[in-house]
Nanobody, 123 residues
Framework: VQLQASGGGLVQAGGSLKLSCAAS????????RGWFRQAPGKEREFVAG????????YYADSVKGRFTISRDNAENTVYLQMNSLKPEDTAVYYC?????????????????WGQGTQVTVSS
């Protein structure tokens, strides 16, 4: 079972990136999917989450209106479209999956994690 995050890179402030998280080894269509990020010296924090069929989405206040989470269950993939990027968005971004989500913002609720992809936003 593996989650593979990709799409990170270096971008100027105001730019955009789209992250992808492909799952393999099992079907994650029944799992809640989330994105977290961790900046150097800081704790891992919730960024966005999406329900099993995509009908409900959740965002951290810091990214609301700029980031969009989506999923394609046929492709077993979740996406994070990031627009109007700011230097404070710089972090390693991790995707995660939860079988029985209760608190979507808690790292302890997630059963599987990807390896992370670096996003760097220059000013």
């Amino acid at each position: 079972v593996q989650l593979q995050a990709s799409g990170g890179g270096l971008v100027q402030a105001g730019g955009s990136l789209k992250l992808s998280c492909a799952a393999s080894g099992r079907t994650f269509s029944t799992y809640f999917r989330g994105w977290f990020r961790q900046a150097p010296g800081k704790e891992r924090e919730f960024v966005a989450g999406i329900s099993r069929k995509g009908g409900s989405t959740y965002y951290a206040d810091s990214v609301k209106g700029r980031f969009t989470i989506s999923r394609d269950n046929a492709e077993n993939t979740v996406y994070l479209q990031m627009n109007s990027l700011k230097p404070e968005d710089t972090a390693v971004y991790y995707c995660a999956a939860s079988a029985t989500i209760v608190e979507v913002t808690s790292v302890y609720e997630y059963d599987y994690w990807g390896q992370g992809t670096q996003v760097t936003v220059s000013s």
